[in-house]
C-alpha cells in the first residue's frame, strides 16, 4: 500500500529523515586542512627560496613536490581518508587535481594499461584542463585585443 502526502507533509518529511548539515564543523575542517596543505607548500617554498632559486624555479620544484606527494598518498590510500575528513579543503589546491587524476588511474588499472589507465585517467580532471585550456585562450585573446 502506497503512502500519499501533501506537499508540505512531504518537504516536513524529507526534513525529518535527512542528515542534519555540521556546517561549522565541516567548514573548520576543510579550513584547517586546506590551510596545512598550503603550509606545506610555503615550507617547500621557503627552502627551495633558501637554496637560491629564483622564484619561477621555486613555483616549478614546490608544484611538482605537492603534485607528487599528493599522488603518493592517493597510492596509499592516505589522501581519500584526508578527503573524507577535510572535503573541499583536500581538493580545492593543487593536490586535490593530483588525486583527481591518480584516483581513477588507480581505479581501472585492472582494465589494462591503454585502455583503462591510459583511457580512464582524466575522466575527472579531463574537463578541468580543457575549462583551464579555454579559458587561458581566451583571457590571452582579450588581453591582446586590449594591449
Request: aromatic share 10%; proline share 3%; glycine share 10%.
Amino acid at each position: 500500500m502506497k503512502k500519499s502526502f501533501t506537499k508540505d507533509q512531504y518537504s516536513k518529511y524529507v526534513e525529518e529523515i535527512s542528515p542534519k548539515s555540521k556546517l561549522f564543523s565541516n567548514v573548520l575542517k576543510a579550513f584547517l586542512v586546506g590551510g596545512i596543505i598550503c603550509d606545506i607548500g610555503q615550507l617547500f617554498i621557503n627552502l627551495l627560496k633558501n637554496k637560491g632559486l629564483d622564484n619561477d624555479a621555486v613555483s616549478a620544484i614546490t608544484s611538482i613536490i605537492m603534485i607528487f606527494l599528493a599522488a603518493l598518498l592517493t597510492g596509499l590510500n592516505v589522501y581519500d581518508e584526508i578527503g573524507k575528513f577535510a572535503g573541499a579543503g583536500s581538493i580545492v589546491p593543487i593536490t586535490g587535481f593530483a588525486n583527481s587524476v591518480v584516483s581513477p588511474a588507480m581505479e581501472f588499472k585492472s582494465e589494462g594499461y591503454i585502455l583503462g589507465m591510459g583511457a580512464k585517467m582524466f575522466i575527472v580532471a579531463g574537463p578541468v584542463i580543457v575549462y583551464g585550456i579555454c579559458s587561458s585562450i581566451i583571457a590571452g585573446i582579450i588581453h591582446y585585443l586590449i594591449t
